[in-house]
């Protein structure tokens, strides 16, 4: 059974791009959550999603920042118009339900550059 | 609302000495807790998880954990340290009420050989 899955695992992007984030939860599992780790710090949540709906978006940045989980595919994190302090290691995690006591699985990151 | 106070951003210890990684944690509801660790350049791996069933929570790797409520603490240890325990540990709450976990800031593990 693989783990969740993220592509790319490093994404270089000049200030003004667009960075577009994939994540593949675990097999079965049908809820996906997005935390931003910056240097020397714990991690952060930006937002939660089952198929097709965002549940909590607390996390993320009003601006520029937007996430989806469609009915087929990839959950997408996608920046828009990048600034060098959107760099830092963006991690996905799923879990089978949004059960609280249930944990979550972690993927190993996306590290995005800005420069 | 809930939050994690890891003391020690680095703990150093020697090989083969105990492994003691503190963890305080605030919330106004029962809380999930949960430790993590993370090698380097890696995702999160579960260590333990408490859920309100024993106070004493067996993980992975030899390491324990106790969840004490008086105290507000869930600290993590390790009888013996291992080379191969040097990583990232990091405590995280979740409650009943919430959709997301609260991390703390991590504690950077370094065995001594």
């Known amino acids: 059974n693989a783990g969740v899955m993220q592509n790319p695992r490093h994404l270089v992007r000049r200030r003004g791009q667009e960075a577009r984030l994939r994540c593949s939860p675990m097999k079965g599992h049908s809820h996906v959550y997005w935390y931003r780790q910056l240097p020397e710090e714990g991690l952060k949540f930006m937002v939660y999603l089952q198929k097709e709906n965002i549940i909590d978006e607390s996390g993320m940045p009003k601006e520029r920042f937007s996430a989806e989980f469609p009915k087929e595919g990839p959950s997408i994190l996608r920046i828009q118009q990048v600034v060098r302090g959107d760099s830092a290691a963006y991690f996905c995690?799923?879990?089978?339900?949004?059960?609280?006591?249930?944990?979550?699985?972690f993927g190993p990151g996306t590290r995005l550059t800005v420069t | 609302a809930q939050s994690v106070t890891q003391l020690g951003s680095h703990v150093s210890v020697s090989e083969g000495a105990l492994v003691l990684l503190r963890c305080n944690y605030s919330s106004s509801v029962p809380p999930y807790l949960f430790w993590y660790v993370q090698y380097p350049n890696q995702g999160l791996q579960l260590l333990l998880k408490?859920?309100?069933?024993?106070?004493l929570v067996k993980g992975i790797n030899g390491f324990e954990a106790e969840f004490k409520k008086s105290e507000t603490s869930f600290h993590l240890t390790k009888p013996s340290a291992h080379m191969s325990d040097a990583a990232e540990y990091f405590c995280?709450?979740?409650?009943?009420?919430?959709?997301?976990?609260?991390f703390g800031t991590g504690t950077s593990l370094t065995v001594i050989p």
């Open positions: 995280a709450v979740r409650t009943n009420t919430g959709n997301q976990f609260y």
């Open positions: 408490y859920t309100s069933a024993a106070t």
């Open positions: 995690a799923s879990s089978l339900q949004g059960v609280h006591a249930n944990e979550q699985y």
